[in-house]
């Protein structure tokens, strides 16, 4: 079983930063590719930064130049270093990871952290 964990959720003033952080652990082979989902009230889930896995990165237009994805894979841990953050920004932020373990390859989701920005 795989497990994503995140931390480093708030409350921020607009403007301020945050930096989000999430870790696999489990029995792991491979982390494929990794990233950041969010979900505002009486919203959709939208991707907001991903790393498929070839170095690359994604990211939504709405946050392009003030987000930064990276990874650390000997940790198994992806960060989201949020700046100039907006509070049209306040969502639940998700960890997601597509993951080799021994047996079988699989998506997972982390519970998800509440980045709130005041205005």
């Known amino acids: 079983q795989v497990q994503l964990v995140e931390s480093g959720g708030g409350l921020v003033q607009a403007g301020g930063s945050l930096r989000l952080s999430c870790a696999a652990s489990?029995?792991?082979?491979?982390?494929?590719?990794m990233g950041w989902y969010r979900q505002a009230p009486g919203k959709q889930r939208e991707m907001v930064a991903a790393m498929p896995g070839d170095g690359s990165t994604n990211y939504a237009d709405s946050v392009k130049g003030r987000f930064t994805i990276s990874r650390d894979n000997a940790q198994n841990t992806v960060y989201l270093q949020m700046n100039s953050l907006k509070p049209e920004d306040t969502a639940v932020y998700y960890c997601n990871a597509d993951v080799n373990t021994a047996y079988l390859q699989g998506e997972y989701w982390g519970q998800g952290t509440q980045v709130t920005v005041s205005s």
């Open positions: 489990g029995v792991i082979f491979k982390i494929n590719a």
